[in-house]
Each structure stands twice: as structure tokens, then as C-alpha cells.
């Protein structure tokens, strides 16, 4: 996918670019049109920086008490990458013609910044970080009573404190959770300065918190699918069995390894695109993974082969899947399972075929 390559000065001040790059991914658009347009949107915010980056203080939702999900800088990032993800998949040159229009109107880019940080916001509190005191909040419930609430905040305290303890050992987990990855997380869900301050304090850039955010969150979203989804219920409340599971993820060598490098970063890819229905419970979404996998770097070669050739793409998310569930199953089988939420919900491993672990949301 193309897209429209920017960072930015520890000021804010102005953008620098590292150059746009495009290419058409429908035949009816140019791709000629498409890095014209790109470099249009871009120059357009280059010239309107200064009053874009000022926008998310006048958000009417802002001043009625919701808080910023990010530094203004990084939403400016966000939106101006979607938009030039945007451009890039237009699918005729009149589509083109119209999104680069509307794209480069500070009214549209206004409310396209007040949407994002809205919807960054609800996301964000679906899932905060824990507080200083959340290790005591893993003891037991509210005083009100217990309720789902309170065992999936108890089961979150127990995780956390779980990849905490993995870090912290004499040759530290893959899956774990460092003290600074609970920081930058804390910076970022915290906004108002927080992430800058951070930065300024660790001396980089604030987008490498947030990077550093992300990494945490797809730490986490990796035990609730292999401790979770692919593990016996209840193993979340309880450190011993997760460490159990994440020890079988971890295990890059030895006669005890279960799983290949290869099948490991399916599953990998998979944690981050758990889904959850009425038919199906709660599961991998083998094709989203699929799509997502394609999207890493290093399999642009492989992306490019297949994105043309419909036939070929429907038999590598089929092969994809197969791949999965053999990951999958060779995890869950390390640790005695014989029934995980599987990705393809079949009669085999799923006596129960819409079975939810959790209903925790994350960003």
C-alpha cells in the first residue's frame, strides 16, 4: 500500500518529508496521478502545518471535557496517513480527483482530526493502563460485588503482572512487558503532554513512544490469544498456567520446542486480529491475518505476486488459514488442550463454537 511518508521535529514546528512514493493499485489510475496528488496533499500540509497542529484545542468535544488521545502531532501523522492511504486506493481517477479535493480543505481536515481523536479516545478507554495500585486490585472484587467486570480487570491485573515478572528474569521472555513499556503506554493514554514530556525526558522522538505503546498493547493482545483463546478457560486468572503457555511461544529451540519460527509469526499476527460474534465466539480472523501478514515488509515480493491475481490471493489466505490452525493446534496441543478456539471454529477442537474468553476491546 502506498502511502505518504512523514515525521516530524521535536518542535512540531514544520513537517520534513522522506519523500512520497505511489503507485497505482487500480488499473483506471495512474500512478503518475497518484504521486501528484500525494505531493499536493502533502505540500497542503506543509503550508497549513502551523494551524492544523492547533486544531485539536479548539475540538468542540475537547473543550467539553474529552480528552486528547494523542499529542496533536500524532493525530496530524494519523490523519495524513490515512488520507494518503486514501488516495492510493482510489479506484478511478474521478475518485482521485474528488479525495485530493476534499483532502486539502482545512474544514474537512478539522473534522476528519475531531473524528480520529474521538475515536482514538473511546478505544483508549476501553482499556487503560493499570494504576499504581493495580497489583492490589487483583486481591478481589469491588466492594459492590463481584460481576464479569471484575473478573476480566482482575484477569488484565494478573496478565500484566505476569509479562511484568517475565521481563524481569535473568534472560528476559519475547513476551513480556518492561518498565518502559508500561511508561510510554501511560504517556500516550494520558495525552495533554504527557508523550512529549516522555520523550523529552528519554530524548527521542514522541513517535517512538508511541511506537513503544504499540509494542505493549501487541504484547498483551499475544497472551490473550495463546493464554486465552488457545488455552484452557481460566487460564488467565491464574500466572503460573500463562507463563505455562507463553514458555511454549517462547521456546525458540531444544527437543521441547513446539513451534517453528514460521508458525510462531502467524500466531503473532494472528493475536492481533482476535474477533468476536454470536456465531463464531471469539477467535483469529484467519483472513484479516492474512492481510495483515501480507502487509509486513518483509513480504512486499510475495504481496506483489498475489495483489493482482484474485485466484492467487484466495489460495494463499486458504493456505494461510490451514497454516494457522496447524500453528494453532501444535501451541494449544504443547499444553495438553485438545479443544482452542481455533481459527477455522471446527467440530474437532469446538464442542462449544461460540465460546468468549474475555471481552476486554483494545486500541
Known amino acids: 500500500m502506498s502511502r505518504l511518508r512523514t515525521s516530524y521535529r521535536d518542535d512540531g514546528v514544520r513537517i520534513a518529508a522522506h519523500g512520497p512514493s505511489a503507485s497505482a493499485e487500480h488499473p483506471d489510475v495512474p500512478a503518475a496521478a497518484v504521486t501528484s496528488a500525494l505531493q499536493t496533499l502533502y505540500g497542503f500540509f506543509v503550508e497549513h502545518y502551523a494551524e492544523i497542529v492547533a486544531m485539536p484545542s479548539s475540538f468542540t468535544s475537547v473543550k ?43 474544514g474537512y481536515v478539522y473534522r476528519a482530526m475531531e473524528n480520529e481523536n474521538n475515536d482514538s479516545g473511546r478505544r ?35 496478565l500484566v503482572q505476569t509479562l511484568r515478572s517475565r521481563a524481569e528474569r ?50 498483551v493482545r499475544e497472551t490473550l490469544y495463546i493464554a486465552g483463546v488457545l488455552a484452557h478457560l481460566g487460564t488467565l486468572s491464574d500466572a503460573d498456567r500463562i507463563h505455562a503457555c507463553l514458555d511454549v511461544y517462547d521456546r525458540t ?17 494472528a493475536a492481533l486480529e482476535v474477533k468476536e460474534s454470536p456465531a463464531n465466539g471469539q477467535r483469529a480472523d484467519a483472513q484479516a491475518a492474512a492481510d495483515r501478514y501480507l502487509r509486513r515488509k518483509d513480504k512486499k515480493s510475495l504481496r506483489e505476486k498475489i495483489e493482482a491475481d484474485g485466484q492467487r490471493r484466495r489460495q494463499f489466505e486458504a493456505e494461510f488459514a490451514e497454516l494457522l490452525h496447524a500453528a494453532e493446534i501444535a501451541q494449544s496441543g504443547a499444553i495438553d488442550h485438545p479443544h482452542p478456539n481455533c481459527t477455522l471454529n471446527c467440530d474437532t477442537h469446538n464442542p462449544q463454537h461460540d465460546r468468549v474468553i474475555w471481552h476486554i476491546e483494545w486500541t
Do not use: Y
Not at 496517513?81 to 483532502?103: G, N, V
Open 64 to 106: 467539553q471535557g474529552w480528552p486528547l488521545a494523542a499529542e496533536p502531532s500524532e493525530l496530524v501523522n494519523t490523519v495524513l496517513s490515512k488520507m494518503a492511504d486514501r488516495i492510493s486506493q482510489a479506484k478511478s481517477a474521478t475518485e482521485l480527483a474528488d479525495r485530493a479535493d476534499a483532502f486539502c480543505r482545512l
Open 253 to 269: 529451540g531444544g527437543p521441547a520446542r513446539a513451534l517453528t519460527t514460521e508458525q510462531r509469526a502467524r500466531l503473532a499476527t
Open 170 to 219: 535473568a534472560a528476559p521472555s519475547a513476551t513480556c512487558l518492561t518498565a518502559l513499556h508500561v511508561r510510554c503506554w501511560q504517556a500516550v493514554v494520558a495525552g495533554r503532554g504527557a508523550q512529549a514530556s516522555l520523550a523529552r525526558e528519554l530524548k527521542v522522538d514522541p513517535s517512538r513512544i508511541s511506537q513503544i505503546k504499540s509494542s505493549a498493547t501487541a504484547k
Open 124 to 158: 483508549q478507554l476501553r482499556l487503560r493502563p493499570l494504576p499504581d495500585d493495580w497489583e492490589h486490585r487483583a486481591d478481589g472484587p469491588d466492594a459492590e460485588g463481584p460481576t464479569a467486570d471484575d473478573e476480566d480487570k482482575r484477569n488484565i491485573a494478573v
